[in-house]
């Protein structure tokens, strides 16, 4: 009667990896439970979690082919692109499809935009292919665009794309404080990203220790033009939830990443804890600190106990 935060269903996105090159759905070890789909079985999970009550999808495609400028991303016939059509003919309007917007999946040195000779990331030149990419996903049937790379002045860009182009009614859901973390571990294996020459990507996402510069990051996404912004990760994040829920109105997500769900996982399947009580107690704790949707590979089971 007097609880204050309560988890429920419509808080959930769930993230679905889908793969062109796979005949059949194939588990991720180290993220147990999640699949890299084929198209047809990505159609029969998102059928599944609506009728579950699951509001949204975000997806993430493993291409066939990957190259310096990931250009499989902005393919209009590319794997997330085709997922999107074929999701929005069986859905229609009942559940909100979004796309990651990124390329490290899509590129062979595993990076989040171009790399120039000398090894670094070209801000600029990479906005570009978001913009493309951003078309693509739109033009596809996408709800909401998510950019995920980190560059500066990534929404603004994606933003005047979209409206060029008659998408002015696609929402944009910004990464707005991503830190380069060590809990991506897991995801990585998902898409099958390495970063080339044992690099990281500490030029373009987050510091640890700072919190303040998050402030400045979601500032700068909402003037951009935000509909939505995100913290990720989320557990060690709470403090950025709470204050990226003190200085804006707009939705606020927060990505509980796959390390964070592996940990889970595994500390469940020692017999360390218990991982469904874990589960409902790290994710109310995600939306207590301020986050109005979370997104979370316990998508699935926690809509699954919350419908028994
Ligand atoms: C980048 C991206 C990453 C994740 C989502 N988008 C990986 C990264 O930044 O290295 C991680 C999500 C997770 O760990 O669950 N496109």
């Known amino acids: 009667m007097v609880a204050e935060t309560?988890?429920?269903?419509?808080?959930?996105?769930?993230?679905?990896?889908?793969?062109?090159?796979?005949?059949?759905?194939?588990?991720?070890p180290s993220l147990p439970g999640v699949?890299?789909?084929?198209?047809?079985?990505?159609?029969?999970?998102?059928?599944?979690?609506?009728?579950?009550?699951?509001?949204?999808?975000?997806?993430?495609?493993?291409?066939?082919?990957?190259?310096?400028?990931?250009?499989?991303?902005?393919?209009?016939?590319?794997?997330?692109?085709?997922?999107?059509?074929?999701?929005?003919?069986?859905?229609?309007?009942?559940?909100?499809?979004?796309?990651?917007?990124?390329?490290?999946?899509?590129?062979?040195?595993?990076?989040c935009g171009i790399v120039t000779?000398?090894?670094?990331?070209?801000?600029?030149?990479?906005?570009?292919?978001?913009?493309?990419?951003?078309v693509a996903q739109a033009e596809a049937g996408a709800d909401i665009c998510a950019p995920s790379g980190m560059m500066d002045g990534q929404v603004l860009a994606?933003?005047?794309?979209?409206?060029?182009?008659?998408?002015?009614?696609?929402?944009?859901?910004?990464?707005?404080?991503?830190y380069a973390s060590s809990f991506y571990g897991p995801f990585r294996d998902a898409v099958d990203v390495t970063i080339a020459d044992g690099g990281d990507r500490k030029g373009y996402q987050?510091?640890?220790?700072?919190?303040?510069?998050?402030?400045?990051?979601?500032?700068?996404d909402l003037s951009e033009g935000a509909d939505m912004v995100m913290v990720k990760p989320a557990l060690a994040y709470l403090d950025i939830v709470a204050a990226a829920r003190a200085i804006t109105n707009v939705p606020v997500a927060a990505y509980h990443v796959s390390g964070?769900?592996?940990?889970?996982?595994?500390?469940?399947?020692?017999?360390w804890i218990d991982g469904e009580a874990?589960?409902?107690?790290?994710?109310?704790?995600i939306k207590r600190a301020g986050a109005d949707l979370i997104l979370t590979y316990f998508a699935d089971e926690v809509a699954e106990i919350l419908a028994r």
């Open 260 to 271: 964070e769900y592996s940990m889970v996982k595994a500390a469940a399947a020692n017999g």
């Open 117 to 134: 000779p000398d090894g670094q990331v070209d801000n600029d030149a990479t906005l570009e292919l978001y913009s493309d990419i951003a």
């Open 158 to 178: 994606i933003r005047d794309a979209l409206d060029s182009e008659n998408h002015e009614h696609v929402a944009i859901m910004a990464y707005a404080a991503k």
């Open 6 to 28: 309560t988890l429920t269903v419509d808080d959930l996105i769930a993230p679905l990896f889908v793969s062109e090159t796979l005949s059949a759905p194939r588990e991720i």
């Open 278 to 285: 874990a589960m409902f107690e790290i994710l109310t704790s």
């Open 206 to 220: 987050q510091d640890y220790r700072n919190a303040r510069e998050a402030i400045d990051e979601i500032s700068f």
């Open 35 to 111: 699949m890299q789909h084929t198209q047809d079985s990505l159609r029969a999970e998102v059928q599944r979690l609506g009728e579950l009550g699951v509001p949204a999808v975000i997806l993430f495609g493993l291409p066939a082919q990957k190259d310096a400028t990931g250009s499989e991303a902005a393919n209009p016939d590319g794997v997330v692109q085709v997922a999107l059509q074929n999701l929005r003919s069986d859905v229609g309007d009942d559940m909100v499809l979004m796309a990651d917007l990124c390329v490290d999946e899509y590129t062979d040195h595993g990076h």
